[in-house]
């Protein structure tokens, strides 16, 4: 009985995500399903029109740039709190929680009131820095999950060998929690490329990124592109998704 009550759960999860694929297939001008035939004219609409194309290549440039801030920021933090292992170190990882526990709304009313004294309203460097610090989170829990299951008798090892502690970060630490470090990648990347609230806090007219630009589509008029971009944005997340489980098998195995 408990199974069938999941699978009629995860059915009904997954039901509003499923009817976009159809949607963004219509032959129509408007959001509807099907009337006639199925069509890729929305698609093709997508990569053609350059105020899609730009949304797009905004979101990609800036959910790598913050990802790669959110990782090296991220890594060193539970490094650190590895290292130390004090009581201290918890209420550190406490606080690099914060971003993710707080409302979104709360936080992007904070960051505009303090972006707006540094004259980072509007910018690329402000979105980057904004989806950065809320992606360290996800870095923190991901790495100091991995540094868990290492051993540390190899960093001592190492350093009984005359390693440095620049050498053995390098060749010993890193590569063993590897995955855990792609892990937090994936989704501090999802996490900026499907951000929406702060964006609408924080930029206006020089960063458009695609969920403001779904956003805007929604407001203005029901394009049926945007069932194409949300296929798209779907498809990229199940892709990552799927990549990082098999990442976790590998360390498991």
Not at 20 to 26: H, Y
Not at 85 to 112: D, K, N, Q, W
Not at 153 to 169: F, I, N, P, V
Request: net charge positive; charged share 15%; glycine share 6%.
């Amino acid at each position: 009985m408990s199974a069938w009550v999941s699978w009629a759960t995860v059915l009904y999860l997954l039901l509003p995500i499923t009817i976009i694929l159809p949607v963004s297939l219509t032959d129509q001008r408007f959001l509807s399903l099907p009337y006639e035939a199925l069509s890729l004219q929305h698609y093709a609409r997508l990569l053609t029109t350059p105020a899609w194309t730009d949304a797009i290549g905004q979101s990609a440039l800036i959910a790598s740039a913050s990802t790669l801030v959110a990782v090296v920021l991220g890594t060193a933090c539970a490094i650190g709190c590895w290292r130390l292992s004090r009581r201290s170190t918890e209420l550190v990882r406490a606080l690099m929680l914060l971003p993710i526990i707080i409302p979104s709304i709360a936080y992007a009313v904070g960051l505009y009131r303090y972006f707006a004294r540094l004259g980072l309203l509007d910018s690329f460097t402000g979105v980057v820095v904004a989806h950065g610090v809320t992606g360290i989170p996800y870095v923190v829990i991901t790495v100091s999950t991995a540094l868990a299951a290492f051993d540390p008798r190899l960093e001592s090892a190492a350093r009984g060998m005359g390693a440095t502690l620049a050498q053995t970060l390098r060749w010993v630490i890193l590569p063993r929690i590897m995955p855990g470090i792609v892990s937090g990648a994936i989704f501090a990347f999802i996490h900026s490329w499907d951000e929406l609230v702060v964006v609408l806090f924080i930029a206006s007219r020089r960063v458009f990124t695609l969920p403001r630009k779904i956003w805007d589509g929604i407001n203005e008029n029901l394009d049926p592109a945007m069932a194409a971009v949300a296929v798209l944005l779907v498809g990229m997340t199940v892709l990552l998704l799927l990549l990082d489980l098999a990442l976790r098998r590998q360390r498991a195995d």
